[in-house]
């Protein structure tokens, strides 16, 4: 015999209520357009009106001319008469009837294209839309099914008691044994996962954070019990302590810097203040400052034949891509080159590129080079706080973007950050 399709049997209720939505959506776009439209459309009819009367004056007189005096007219027969004069005879008359009516139906052909479009676009919006709200389609489903159990107070005890037992840090999931409970049990588990993802995450960046925090903390505690004991009158000392604390209360405040922008992205804060960004210019700006904050390297700058606009927040975007220069810097050996480049990819994608000679990453550390905090194994010598890759990561990523990442171990690193 051959299988019978399942099919997914929801209520007639719930499908005319999703598609009453679907349809006061479709309908509320289409009336937004339609009016944007008539406003266009009623604003290009004047501007076309208006330039027919200035090439007349034009053909007629030769020209604009701001002292000669100008008027409407109705005559006999209703026709609407354009006058210039020079104040004692006239020098243009025009009659403007055939050209008004010739403007109202274009103008009207034009709204009636423009609507019939906006209703051919129905049926690739209703797919659209009904994509977009299938969660709440399913959700429909969900609470007709649950309002349609018989529950007794024991199975809501049931529900109650293993709802309570639930800890955030607990991986085990519900089970009731009951087959009236089984979509409940499905969904609930499921949700119960995300939020045990979530709290996993949320647990492992404090405890992250506060290692990283613990190292400079501790550091200045102990130049600041040695001064405090023996380091007054000792010069060298003195100095040696000064010049500890700053290093690592810089290096705190840098952190804390980034840990803000993270949990301010995190909770939906940072808002991006999208704008036309010339890349050229952008990147000509990074390369320059580059070249004068760090003398230990050689630049390079690769120009595109081409003038690319960016439409990206200048600010955010900068500061990923120098966070992919500072990195660059920080990882080749002094002397060594690191070349900038942007431009258009094959695929019609724009890209900034950083390519250097240094240490360069295993496989499996480029794989986890964004997650916070990480540092491999070949980079615990070297200052960092492992937040900045996590930080460009977030910027591209609230840019629809990616990244290209080319790494050998000794060799060196190219990554390219693709925006479409």
């Known amino acids: 015999m051959g299988k019978v399709k399942k099919k997914n049997n929801i209520p007639s209720e719930n499908r005319r209520n999703v598609g009453s939505i679907i349809r006061k959506l479709h309908f509320h776009e289409i009336g937004q357009n339609f009016w944007r439209y008539f406003r266009m459309d009623i604003l290009l009819y004047v501007l076309s009106e208006t330039a027919f009367v200035v090439g007349q004056e034009f053909a007629v007189l030769g020209g604009l001319n701001f002292d000669y005096e100008r008027a409407f007219n109705i005559e006999e027969g209703n026709r609407l008469i354009y006058l210039v004069s020079d104040g004692s005879r006239i020098l243009m008359r025009t009659v403007l009837n055939e050209v008004l009516i010739f403007g109202m139906f274009l103008a009207a052909g034009l709204l009636g294209l423009q609507f019939l479009c906006l209703w051919l676009s129905y049926f690739r919006e209703d797919r659209k839309l009904r994509r977009i709200l299938s969660p709440l389609d399913q959700l429909a489903v969900r609470a007709d099914e649950l309002s349609r159990l018989s529950f007794s107070e024991d199975k809501y005890q049931l529900l109650e008691e293993a709802i309570t037992s639930i800890q955030p840090e607990d991986t085990r999931s519900l089970s009731f044994g009951d ?15 995300r939020m045990q993802e979530s709290y996993r995450q949320q647990a492992r960046f404090v405890n992250d954070a506060s290692h990283e925090l613990r190292t400079p903390i501790a550091v200045i ?3 600041a019990n040695m001064l405090d004991r023996w380091g007054k009158e000792d010069p060298k000392i003195l100095e040696e302590s000064i010049a500890a604390i700053q290093h690592e209360s810089n290096h705190m405040n840098h952190l804390v810097e980034q840990l803000l922008f993270l949990a301010r992205g995190d909770s939906g804060r940072t808002e991006l203040h999208l704008e036309d960004v010339s890349l050229n210019e952008m990147m000509q700006e990074i390369y320059e400052e580059s070249f004068m904050i760090d003398e230990d390297h050689v630049y390079r700058y690769s120009p595109p034949d081409e003038e690319i606009i960016l439409r990206a927040d200048p600010g955010l975007i900068k500061q990923a891509v120098r966070i992919l220069v500072d990195n660059a810097a920080k990882y080749t050996k002094p002397g060594d080159e690191i070349l900038l480049s942007c431009g258009r990819a094959s695929n019609g994608e724009i890209f900034m590129q950083i390519e250097d000679t240094g240490i360069g990453m295993e496989e499996a550390d480029v794989k986890q080079m964004f997650e916070r905090f990480y540092r491999s194994d070949s980079v615990r010598s070297y200052d960092g706080t492992g937040l900045g890759l996590s930080i460009a990561k977030w910027i591209v990523d609230k840019h629809k973007g990616h990244f290209e990442i ?6 060196g690193t190219r990554i390219r950050i693709l925006l479409a």
């Open 221 to 223: 505690q102990g130049y």
């Open 406 to 411: 080319l790494s050998r171990s000794g060799l």
């Open 179 to 193: 087959s009236d409970l089984a979509g409940v049990e499905t969904a609930m588990n499921n949700l119960l996962r």
